[in-house]
């Protein structure tokens, strides 16, 4: 492969309709907010008295200065902000006519827009991006992000300005913005484990939605477009030819992670054990020319190392497993609500951020497993709503309400009895999602819920804690030429198989908890390529979570939100030892404290001082 610099960065800018003032100093200050996502060099570029673009760089190979950002195409017209990795470059490089002065991604993004335009690259580009261009002759900007929304982009705007950065710290860095508390944001987080977007829990800062472009004008009209969408096919055939899918996957598979193993550098895998990370770990191990570098965490009393290590020495990698504590899991804890700017939505978050830390000693780049599930129905037991909704439930309850009811972490019952916040992105989300579900399939429904909400909340789990550490995470998963193969190519009997009809037949008596991974097959196509490569027992045990041992931690967390959670205005009155007994009653009971705990740690942190200057 060519030499390039990498991208992992972070991108800052002002765009407004009148001077800012002290503009060069408000950019480096949001340049040194978000600087672990690029320390090793801090640039700015005023484009005039009303705007300017700020970048952090993490230089891995080309140190040179001419490869850093803001960089301005040939003709003087485009100026650049760029996060992220465009894996197919070197092809639409190809046919370009054009003096490139670098070996970078970002050139090429430059040089493609010169000669085709935005709208053109958008389409044709393969990859994972935050974008940010200013057109000196429209005298415009325009901000792009990836089709699934890997990596972050958040905005705040006015009648003056539009302020924009990777992260929302880095908006508040600005000066011109002040921290407005989303109270609703705490019901929705409750339920969904972080905010849809797109909302935050800033009331004035929202998040660019995936697969969008948008135009802001120089008297700050904007227009929001997607230029990429979930396919609209959903393939239910009943006849098709097993073997020559299982190829047709296992190619699209491969070729989904060698795009992402185009690097210079170490690189390396996120190794749990389970099918999904064994899965990378195997083809990356079998496609290197050097051993890869392989990690795994846990706790002394729950892990999963031992099937880990299994997958390590068949493929004979460099295999690291890593040890974490309870007191140094809760002293991290505050930290990484620091780094992500939002509660901590999933345990494990502390543990990744651990982990990033750790690897980034060896490697700077990493293989993630986020996605396969949601490519080919992994969450076997809630992906199986729509066959026990159709043999068990009374029909006044929709399906979108037994689906919610399911999904939501939180239960609304627990929700409405002691939080005192508005219900305003509830009641706007259940009546778009809805009108979704009416339009297909239950079973379509459930595919495209998790990968148009779910797996955003994965996707920013998994920016947070490894750029903390400067590392890039890459999803081949979430490659969006694989996932437009899986709508419209595998038949949905292929991911959720059923081990015979008889077993179908006997479920129907039964709930999705008795039967999912007993009488069927969840992900059955992935595990079936996955015979190739690894052992049975990796493929063949059941799905397990990325295990935390927060219900062991329990009498803790009561202690630590007796006092956290003293006379907080979002509760209701006199409502924590009530709210406390409640949550035992729940298998969740221990994240369901944690969750609580973490909307006050991070309120704590950010709104009780004020950012403009």
């Known amino acids: 492969m060519g030499k390039r610099i990498k991208n992992m960065c972070g991108i800052n800018g002002i765009f407004s309709n009148k001077s800012i003032p002290e503009i060069e100093k408000r950019i480096d200050r949001m340049n040194d907010l978000i600087g672990h996502r690029g320390p090793d060099d801090r640039s700015r570029r005023v484009l005039s008295e009303k705007a300017a673009f700020g970048h952090r760089r993490l230089s891995i190979i080309d140190t040179s200065s001419r490869s850093n950002q803001p960089m301005i195409s040939n003709s003087g017209r485009w100026t650049i902000i760029f996060n992220g990795e465009i894996y197919n470059h070197l092809d639409l490089k190809n046919g370009l006519n054009y003096d490139f002065k670098t070996t970078s991604d970002t050139e090429?993004?430059?040089?493609?827009?010169?000669?085709?335009?935005?709208?053109?690259?958008?389409?044709?580009?393969?990859?994972?991006?935050?974008?940010?261009?200013?057109?000196?002759?429209?005298?415009?900007?325009?901000?792009a992000r990836d089709r699934l929304g890997i990596k972050p982009l958040f905005y705040y705007f006015d009648s003056e300005k539009i302020v924009f950065s990777s992260e929302m710290k880095g908006?508040?860095?600005?000066?011109?913005?002040?921290?407005?508390?989303?109270?609703?944001?705490?019901?929705?987080?409750?339920?969904?484990?972080?905010?849809?977007?797109?909302?935050?829990?800033?009331?004035?800062?929202?998040?660019?939605?995936?697969?969008?472009?948008?135009?802001?004008?120089?008297?700050?009209?904007?227009?929001?477009?997607?230029?990429?969408d979930l396919p609209v096919e959903f393939n239910v055939?009943?006849?098709?030819?097993?073997?020559?899918?299982?190829?047709?996957?296992?190619?699209?598979?491969?070729?989904?992670?060698?795009?992402?193993?185009?690097?210079?550098?170490?690189l390396g895998t996120y190794l749990s054990g389970g099918v999904d990370s064994s899965l990378i770990s195997a083809i990356t191990s079998q496609v290197s020319d050097i051993k890869i570098n392989t990690y795994t965490i846990g706790f002394p009393e729950l892990n999963e190392f031992k099937y880990a290590r299994m997958v390590a020495q068949k493929y004979n990698t460099i295999h690291h497993e890593i040890n974490i504590d309870t007191n140094e899991y809760?002293?991290?804890?505050?930290?990484?609500?620091?780094?992500?700017?939002?509660?901590?939505?999933?345990?494990?978050?502390?543990?990744?951020?651990?982990?990033?830390?750790v690897?980034?000693?060896?490697?700077?780049?990493?293989?993630?497993?986020?996605?396969?599930?949601?490519?080919?129905?992994?969450?076997?037991?809630?992906?199986?709503?729509?066959?026990?909704?159709?043999?068990?439930?009374?029909?006044?309850?929709?399906?979108?309400?037994?689906?919610?009811?399911?999904?939501?972490?939180?239960?609304?019952?627990?929700?409405?009895?002691?939080?005192n916040v508005n219900t305003e992105l509830r009641n706007e989300f259940d009546e778009k999602v809805k009108l979704e579900f009416l339009g297909r399939t239950n079973e379509e429904s459930v595919f495209k819920f998790f990968h148009k909400y779910h797996v955003k909340g994965l996707l920013n789990r998994v920016d947070i804690t490894t750029m903390l550490a400067s590392v890039e995470?890459?999803?081949?998963?979430?490659?969006?030429e694989l996932v437009e193969f899986s709508y419209k190519k595998i038949p949905y009997d292929l991911k959720l198989r059923w081990k015979s009809d008889a077993l179908k037949e006997e479920s129907k008596k039964l709930t999705s908890n008795e039967y999912s991974e007993v009488n069927d097959i969840p992900k059955y196509l992935l595990r079936k390529i996955g015979y190739d490569y690894l052992q049975d027992e990796i493929i063949e045990r059941k799905k397990v979570g990325f295990p935390v041992p927060l219900n062991e931690w329990l009498h803790s967390l009561e202690k630590q939100a007796k006092d956290i959670l003293k006379d907080v205005y979002w509760l209701k009155t006199d409502k924590i030892d009530e709210l406390l007994e409640e949550s035992k009653n729940n298998l969740r009971a221990g994240q369901i404290i944690w969750m609580f705990i973490n909307i006050e740690l991070f309120r704590k942190k950010y709104f009780k001082k004020s950012w403009m200057y």
């Not at 055939?237 to 097993?242: H, M, N, T």
């Not at 609500?337 to 990744?352: F, T």
């Not at 490697?363 to 809630?382: C, K, N, P, W």
């Open 108 to 143: 090429v993004i430059l040089a493609f827009v010169e000669e085709h335009g935005f709208n053109e690259f958008l389409k044709k580009s393969n990859g994972m991006f935050a974008i940010a261009l200013y057109d000196r002759v429209e005298n415009e900007l325009l901000l």
């Open 330 to 357: 809760f002293d991290t804890m505050n930290e990484v609500i620091g780094y992500k700017d939002a509660p901590l939505g999933v345990p494990n978050e502390i543990p990744l951020a651990l982990m990033s830390r």
């Open 473 to 480: 995470a890459r999803v081949p998963f979430l490659d969006h």
């Open 359 to 419: 690897l980034k000693e060896k490697i700077t780049v990493v293989l993630s497993g986020e996605g396969a599930d949601e490519l080919m129905g992994g969450y076997g037991r809630i992906y199986r709503s729509p066959f026990d909704y159709e043999n068990h439930i009374e029909k006044k309850k929709s399906f979108y309400e037994y689906f919610t009811e399911l999904y939501e972490y939180v239960p609304r019952i627990i929700r409405d009895n002691y939080l």
């Open 171 to 228: 908006i508040l860095g600005s000066g011109l913005v002040e921290a407005e508390f989303n109270e609703s944001a705490i019901d929705e987080y409750l339920g969904y484990r972080y905010v849809r977007e797109p909302y935050t829990f800033f009331n004035n800062i929202l998040q660019l939605e995936s697969g969008s472009l948008m135009s802001i004008d120089c008297k700050l009209n904007i227009k929001t477009e997607k230029f990429w």
């Open 237 to 266: 055939d009943q006849i098709y030819d097993e073997l020559e899918l299982s190829k047709e996957f296992n190619e699209q598979v491969k070729a989904a992670i060698e795009r992402r193993l185009m690097a210079d550098v170490p």
